[in-house]
């Protein structure tokens, strides 16, 4: 069972930049196909992006697309949430997921890590 670990979130100013963590314990990394998603107090869930095991196919939610980039290195088991010119309304808690395969559900999921961005 793979055990995840969000860091990076933090405090920042309309229009910065933060960069999102993800530690995973698994030695099958690289199997697994990865996803960031977020969730704002009040309001549902939301995807933000996923990557595939070997890192070869990405999507982004249209909100977040030409702003935020989802990458991985297997080799030390990180995803990564790079994520630019950040608006007000990013602000949420950012969880990292794993899904055994393309077709699977996100069945694992870290604690997250609060983003807040200030207008």
């Known amino acids: 069972q793979v055990q995840l670990v969000e860091s990076g979130g933090g405090l920042v100013q309309a229009g910065g930049s933060l960069r999102l963590s993800c530690a995973a314990s698994e030695r099958t990394f690289s199997t697994y196909h990865m996803a960031w998603f977020r969730q704002a107090p009040g309001k549902q869930r939301e995807f933000v992006a996923r990557i595939s095991g070997s890192g070869s196919i990405t999507s982004h939610a249209d909100s977040v697309k030409g702003r935020f980039t989802i990458s991985r290195d297997n080799a030390k088991n990180m995803v990564y949430l790079q994520m630019n010119s950040l608006k007000p309304e990013d602000t949420a808690t950012y969880y990292c997921?794993?899904?055994?395969?393309?077709?699977?559900?996100?069945?694992?999921w870290g604690q997250g890590t609060q983003v807040t961005v200030s207008s």
């Open positions: 997921a794993a899904a055994t395969n393309s077709s699977s559900n996100f069945n694992y």
